[in-house]
């Protein structure tokens, strides 16, 4: 890139967007950039780390020295911030965003007549936490990253953004706007539909004393872990992107419908069919690449019942300076000693968390 190229702007500084600043920071110390975002907390907490240079309370000329500039605010935000952006902009300017749908901000390009400067963005990374403060340089990292460039945008800035994505550690993907939405509806949208409507099954049908809440345990937290993200931003993903998410609702309750049947039929050979089939399929995907559901990397330890355990399993990980994402103890006795569940940041750090206790005597599982 060019000088001038190592300049970036974004409009709304949360999760994503700050992870995407941050990684940028991370590969390209000297870039510049400049923030917008309509809480002033996380500006100033992106200037104090270091990430931002330049944050201001709205869209304005500061942003015409961004050669890149980022939208970073929910799909509906993003949509209605291209005019303001626009107004700012300089003439060589190129516009992406992060937004789950495609087909609303491409439609809104297409309105502003826009369609020269913006390239479609969206990285397949994501956690159930919002907000700036838990966002992190490799929440990117070996996730497929979505272009989905307008016809008009030259082919080098196209394969200029593509090597900004590499520089983050992401893996650029570029597909058209319509398989992005649909494809993005399969994976990620109505999985967040179904675990929305999981737990509210459970709240529905739960007796009084709440015990399908007591004694709900990992399985059911992992898939529905989901359903802890931002309810403005799945609303307003649900409404943009709503013919896919039918389309393909329709499907699932078509199959649903099917193995309910065969389970009221007691049909042994197609019961194990369902089950066996997907487990297959399951297995053959990538769990070391990020997505928008986000993977989990966690062993489970037996832990003897006697003091100082938990202190030196932590110890001995410290010592190798592998961080712990996440601790726990695992209530409901599956085994017949205490289990602890331990998550890492990555598989890597997982698999040498699990050598290095095995190593020392402890029974590890993932």
Known sequence: ????????????????????????????????????????????????????????????????SCHWIFLCAPVGSNTDNLPLVAAHMAQDAILTDIGSVKS???????????????????????????????????????????LAPEPEVPDYEVSALRQLVRDMRAIPLVLSTELHDYATGAVSHVPHV??????????????????????????????????????VMWQQICLANRGNIVRLLDHYLADLAHNRNIIAEGDEDAIYQLFDSARRYRDSMNSEQSGPILPSFAIHIDIPDRPGVIAEIVDLLAK???????????????????????????????????????????????
């Open 320 to 366: 190798e300076d592998i961080n712990i994402k996440n601790i726990g103890i695992v209530h409901n006795r599956e085994y017949a000693s205490g289990v602890m569940r331990l998550e890492l940041n990555t598989a890597k750090r997982m698999r040498e968390a699990a050598e290095l206790l095995s190593a020392h005597g402890f029974d590890v599982r993932e």
């Open 104 to 146: 609303s901000i491409h439609d809104a390009v297409v309105r502003e007549g826009l369609g020269a400067h913006f390239i479609g963005g969206h990285p397949m990374a994501g956690s159930e936490r919002t907000k700036y403060r838990n966002s992190r340089a490799d929440l990117l990292e070996n996730a497929y990253y979505i």
């Open 194 to 231: 179904i675990s929305a409507t999981l737990v509210n099954l459970v709240r529905e049908c739960d007796s009084k004393d709440e015990i399908m809440k007591t004694i709900a345990a990992g399985g059911f937290r992992d898939i529905t872990r989901i359903s802890s993200s931002s309810p």
């Open 1 to 64: 890139m060019s000088a001038p190229e190592y300049t970036f702007g974004f409009i709304g500084l949360g999760l994503i967007g700050g992870s995407i600043a941050k990684a940028i920071r991370k590969a390209h110390p000297d870039a510049r950039i400049t923030a917008y975002n309509p809480s002033r907390a996380s500006l100033d907490e992106a200037v104090a780390d270091g990430v931002v240079n330049t944050s201001v309370s709205s869209i304005d000329d500061s942003f015409r």
